[in-house]
């Protein structure tokens, strides 16, 4: 009992020194569409894809030197959606470390991924990592689509092996 | 132990989550025209070559089309009304319209209220529009088909008449 009580211990002071976190920089990402797009009676937007800055946001990774590897997974919340619009992401960069032996996998730009509210797997590496950009896109703008404003969140799931 | 074990596997192996907001903001989109063009046209009586009988409407006119695009908020329906606002129709006859479609486009794109005539108090056509488009072209959205009917013999006088339709899109 004393021995496992000493290991317990030993194991929660490795867990808060390799504390593994994500942060996202960047903000918000709200877009508004123009009615303007839309020149001639009849016509529905000509464009159905609402595109982000490259670098939209930022994922810095920390705490993760003392593990083997980690992995980021994403996926959505919906808050006030609708299911005529999608919404897509994809990993413009490989971002930066000052570590050592860091890596990073898949390298450079990927293809936009269909975001869902299964996490699904993005990026992963070994040891810290900053800056990792992200692209969004929404996809399906149509004038069939009520109006208003929709909102999702975007999470971003972050899990050390 | 294996319990035990199985903790602090999970201990190890835990999980943080970072989030961010999105949001897309979409307009009220609310456009109308006649295709294919505004140009007039034109509905004659002929003459009767025998004596006694009545003058004859020489057809109908089918070569308009109206086509629009309309984005609404939740809940919220449009209508198209139709009114003569400029010119009168020749006295003893009326202007018969019969409306028909939608062809082409998607969303919902109303229903045709036809047949009816128009005089210069707005009457509805076309109902029950939310979020639709027609197409851009003739043989899209609704054909407008233009008649004329007698109503009063006694009325008619030689001559030409000329008048003004105008179509508008409004919400309910």
Known sequence: MKYIIKLLCLLFSFNCCYAQTVNITGGSWATSITSGLISEAGNDYTNTVATSGVSQNQADIRGVNGFSSWQVSVSKVDVDWNSGLSVWIRKTGDGDSGVAGSSITPTGSTAFMQLTSTPQYIFGGVKNRNNVPFQYEIRGISVTIPVKTYSTTIMYTISAL | ?172
Not at chain 2, 65 to 80: D, G, H, L, Q, Y
């Open chain 2, 1 to 172: 132990m294996k319990t035990l074990i199985f903790i602090l596997l999970c201990l190890i192996n835990t999980k943080l989550i970072a989030q961010v907001s999105t949001s897309i903001s979409l307009p009220s989109v609310v456009l109308l025209d006649i295709e294919p063009n505004n140009a007039p046209i034109t509905l004659n009586y002929l003459p009767p070559t025998e004596a006694g009988n009545s003058i004859s409407v020489a057809g109908s006119d089918n070569t308009k089309w109206i086509n629009f695009s309309s984005a609404v908020e939740p809940n919220i329906t449009r209508k198209i009304t139709a009114q003569i606002t400029s010119g009168s129709v020749s006295s003893g006859l009326r202007l018969k319209l019969e409306v028909s479609g939608p062809s082409g486009g998607g969303g919902n794109r109303g229903n045709a209220v036809s047949p009816l005539y128009l005089s210069t108090a707005a009457s509805t056509i076309v109902n029950g529009i939310e979020g639709a488009f027609t197409g851009n072209s003739s043989g899209s959205g609704y054909n407008l088909v233009f008649s004329l009917e007698i109503q009063d013999y006694s009325l008619l006088r030689s001559g030409s008449n000329t008048f003004s339709i105008t179509y508008t899109i409004a919400d309910n």
